[in-house]
């Protein structure tokens, strides 16, 4: 899971209702916490049957309410939620919780919070595949959706009283990341950004291929960062391994000609676009359909000649409109970084390049943090150093929309 310093002393109240996947919330309110975000936690009665004050306690939640009542240190609990968090997750929230919110009902200390609470809110369901199919639940959070009220699909899969079906709690990334989001600044609202990412795949033979080391962590940086701030992101998406957030529609492929074809159809609906991916320049000029057999190399000796593939991020800069922007990113080695970024700026026609060298210990492929040059226009540059490839990614996007 990337991390934002961004979100660093916000405050989330997490309201857990009556379901086995409580203990999965631990794990949630742990990452959460090591951002560095401050969690005070509301149990319902039966939640507090699947999860204890202390588990929670011990990892730093911090109040944690389970009665309306009976608490002396807190006069009014119902309202402490309202004055203090700036999210309000219900996680796992039950068919029976999501029908009190849908209809008002404050008969318990988190019904009451939540009802007192008018910030975003966000649920997560868990429960049975015959309850949550069922007319009242898809009713109750169309209402709740209505209202604005984020509630997140659940995964289909085995439940916990052994159907299978949809039902099981969201991913705890997946709940992360929608509980981000509605914390982040909506300052991408409407844009339409597309992003490429990991490496390109040029086949020699069905079994072996031609390729470089890209994971990907960049381009997911920079497309998690841009949804979290409201943009619509598309990932046209190499080889490689991310987690991306459900609501970043993906499209995956192998090859340089396929990234290039799936960019140029998306390019034109698209406000701006982030290339990130490490595409091959160049293809096997001829790949064997069956598997090249090495006792039939002459004298053990391998050739291969390689074609062109299309540059993409060329291709996009010559079709740009006026109102579009495009970033390029440049992985380099050697000391010439800055006049060699400056001459793809020009000859791509890019409003932004990144540049990076990839010959160092740290930084670069496969590597969680990394140090670029930003170039733009009129000669604009910038260096973002040291830091976790997430913080870059909200830097830069920092950087481009206050130019
Ligand atoms: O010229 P160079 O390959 O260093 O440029 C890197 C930038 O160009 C990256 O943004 C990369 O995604 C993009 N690129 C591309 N198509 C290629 C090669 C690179 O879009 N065939």
């Given at each position: ?201 040029e ?53 340089a000609q ?21 595409v091959c320049d160049f293809r096997?000029a ?20 390689f074609a062109p593939n299309p540059d ?92």
């Amino acid at each position: 899971m990337l991390h934002f310093s961004h979100f660093a002393g916000s405050r989330i109240h997490v309201g857990l209702t009556g379901s086995v996947a409580c203990y999965k919330i631990l794990d949630l309110c742990r990452e959460l916490l090591s951002n560095d975000i401050w969690i005070s936690a509301s149990l319902t009665e039966a939640g507090s049957r699947f999860v204890t004050t202390d588990s929670l306690r011990a990892l730093g939640v911090s109040p944690i309410l389970s009665s309306l009542f009976e608490d002396p240190d807190h006069s009014f609990p119902h309202l402490e939620p309202a004055q203090q968090a700036d999210v309000l997750l219900v996680a796992p929230a039950t068919a029976n919780f999501l029908a009190k919110m849908a209809w008002g009902l404050a008969d318990d200390i988190l019904s009451t919070q939540v009802l007192a609470f008018s910030g975003p809110t966000v649920a997560a369901p868990a429960m049975n595949p015959n309850m949550w199919q069922s007319a009242a639940t898809q009713s109750n959070v169309a209402t709740l959706r209505e209202r604005g009220v984020t509630v997140l699909e659940p995964e289909a899969g085995d439940v916990a009283c052994g159907e299978v079906g949809k039902g099981r709690l969201p991913e705890v990334k997946e709940i992360e990341y929608n509980v981000l989001r509605a914390l982040a600044p909506r300052d991408m609202e409407g844009m339409r950004i597309l992003v490429t990412l990991g490496p390109t795949r040029e086949h020699l033979d069905p079994v072996r291929y031609w390729s470089n080391p890209s994971t990907g962590k960049m381009g997911a940086a920079m497309a998690t960062a841009a949804w979290l701030r409201g943009a619509e992101v598309h990932c046209v998406c190499g080889p490689c391994a991310v987690d991306l957030p459900h609501g970043i529609p993906t499209t995956s492929v192998q090859t340089a000609q396929q990234m290039y074809e799936a960019c140029t159809d998306l390019w034109p609906h698209q406000d701006m676009a982030c290339l990130c991916a490490a595409v091959c320049d160049f293809r096997p000029a001829y790949s064997y359909t069956d598997k090249i057999k090495k006792d039939r190399v002459p004298e053990g000796e391998m050739n291969f000649s390689f074609a062109p593939n299309p540059d993409i991020l060329y291709t996009l800069g010559r079709n740009k409109k006026p109102f579009q922007r495009l970033i390029g990113f440049a992985a380099e080695t050697g000391k010439n970084l800055e006049s060699e970024a400056r001459i793809k700026l020009d000859r791509k026609n890019l409003d932004w390049i990144v540049a990076n060298r990839v010959d160092r210990e740290s930084g670069g492929f496969a590597s969680e943090e990394n140090s670029v040059l930003v170039l733009g226009g009129a000669g604009h540059a910038d260096h973002l150093g040291n830091e976790t490839k997430s913080e870059i990614a909200w830097r830069l996007w920092d950087l481009i929309l206050r130019s």
